[in-house]
């Protein structure tokens, strides 16, 4: 599959891939590209089902994993530092455990090597199932602008900040002249159990300790995905891995934190 990307600092010679995460796009990691593109030659891309990506049946870290090494390839790229956030964080760390020699450096924000079914009850699985739910009926509803789009996901989702950045995916069609969404909605609630599930502890267990490749965690304070028995066993897994937490900042802590976020990625890159 042939991603969508956006370039920043061509003239530089070492090379960033920046991979976002669910419902994201490479548009949400411009300020972060522009900024790390001052000194590196960065890469943004977009998701297969993701931005200006194209759309398919399948998703899962595999083909993702796979997506990400064809362009590497497209790109004639020999070795980058990868930064992967949620989604985007598992496939970068698969796409590390496959490809270790074309890791410079890891950095993974936010997400742990975890099957968070493993939550039961307080899996992210059931917040992340009623936010496609929301999505789609968006896409069946005949809204007349996006601010009755803003109003109906703040009534079905009671959180301003999450519908702000949901919103950046609702687009007017300009053949059908109906809102829809960016992302393939119908495709990832059909294989959210492996976006939530993927990438765990068993996935890299015959290939531990990695320490091919510096790595670093960071972890928004608020945020629920790392938890402190996840920072036991990314040290099993990563046993140099370093991890930083981002104070007041939740799961979107590069927009929620970006100065203090930017540090963290300028100093360890």
């Given at each position: ?96 455990s496959e490809y270790p020699e ?168």
């Open positions: 599959m042939k991603l969508f990307y956006r370039e920043e600092g061509k003239e530089n010679p070492k090379t960033i891939v920046i991979v976002h995460g669910l419902y994201g796009s490479s548009d949400n990691w411009l300020t972060v590209g522009k900024k790390l593109g001052k000194k590196h030659h960065v890469y943004l891309i977009d998701q297969r089902n993701h931005g200006r990506s194209p759309n398919a049946d399948a998703h899962n870290y595999q083909d993702m994993t796979n997506d990400l090494a064809n362009f590497f390839d497209e790109h004639q790229i020999d070795k980058a530092t990868v930064i992967g956030h949620s989604m985007g964080g598992k496939t970068a760390m698969f796409f590390a074309k890791i410079d450096k890891l950095i993974v924000a936010d997400i742990a090597p975890k099957d968070y079914f493993e939550l039961q009850d307080k899996s992210q699985y059931y917040q992340h199932q009623y936010i496609l739910e929301s999505l789609k009926e968006v896409r069946k509803h005949q809204f007349e602008t996006r601010e009755e789009i803003r109003d109906f996901l703040e009534l079905q989702l009671d959180n301003k900040g999450l519908v702000l950045f949901l919103l950046k995916n609702v687009y007017r069609n300009k053949e059908t002249k109906k809102f829809d969404c960016r992302i393939n909605v119908d495709v990832l609630y059909d294989h959210l159990d492996e976006v939530i599930s993927g990438v765990n502890y068993r996935w890299l267990e015959d290939r531990m300790p990695i320490l091919n490749y510096p790595v670093l965690f960071i972890k928004g304070e608020q945020s629920p995905y790392i938890s402190k028995e996840d920072e036991e066993k990314i040290k099993e897994i990563y046993p140099e891995a370093q991890l930083t937490t981002i104070p007041n900042a939740g799961h979107w802590l590069h927009a929620e934190q970006p100065q203090l976020f930017m540090e963290a990625l300028e100093q360890f890159i």
